[in-house]
C-alpha cells in the first residue's frame, strides 16, 4: 500500500514548510462529508504518530492514518495551476463516483 505525489506537490509542500520553520511533511486523510460520502483532508505534521504510515517523497514525508490509508491505496497527489487558480489535486484509483463540485467522492 502507498501513496506518492510529483515534483510539483513535493516543491509546494516544501516551500509551505519552510515558510512555516517546522514541520516534517503533510498527512493525506479522508472524512465523512459531502454530498457522495467522503472528503480529502490536508494538514501539515510536526511529527508522526505510532500508527500513522510514512511515505518519504524526497524532502518532505506523506504521513496518512491506516482508515485512510484502505481508501487512498494507489492515489497521487499533485499541485496544479490553472489560470489564477492553484491547488492540490487527487488522482485516486479507488473512485467510483465524485459529486459535481467535486469537493466529495464515493469508493
Not at 498527512?27 to 454530498?35: E, H, I, L, M, N
Not at 463516483?97 to 467522492?105: A, M, T, Y
Amino acid at each position: 500500500m502507498a501513496i506518492t505525489m510529483t515534483e510539483a506537490a513535493r516543491a509546494h509542500v516544501a516551500k509551505q514548510l519552510a515558510s512555516r520553520g517546522k514541520g516534517i511533511g503533510i498527512r493525506v486523510g479522508v472524512k465523512t462529508a459531502g454530498c457522495s460520502g467522503m472528503a480529502y483532508v490536508l494538514e501539515f505534521v510536526d511529527e508522526a504518530q505510532a500508527e500513522d504510515q510514512v511515505f518519504d517523497a524526497g524532502d518532505v514525508k506523506l504521513i496518512v492514518d491506516p482508515k485512510s490509508l484502505a481508501y487512498l491505496d494507489g492515489t497521487e497527489l499533485d499541485f496544479v495551476k490553472e489560470g489564477l487558480n492553484e491547488g492540490f489535486e487527487f488522482k485516486n484509483p479507488n473512485v467510483k463516483n465524485e459529486c459535481g463540485c467535486g469537493e466529495s467522492f464515493h469508493v
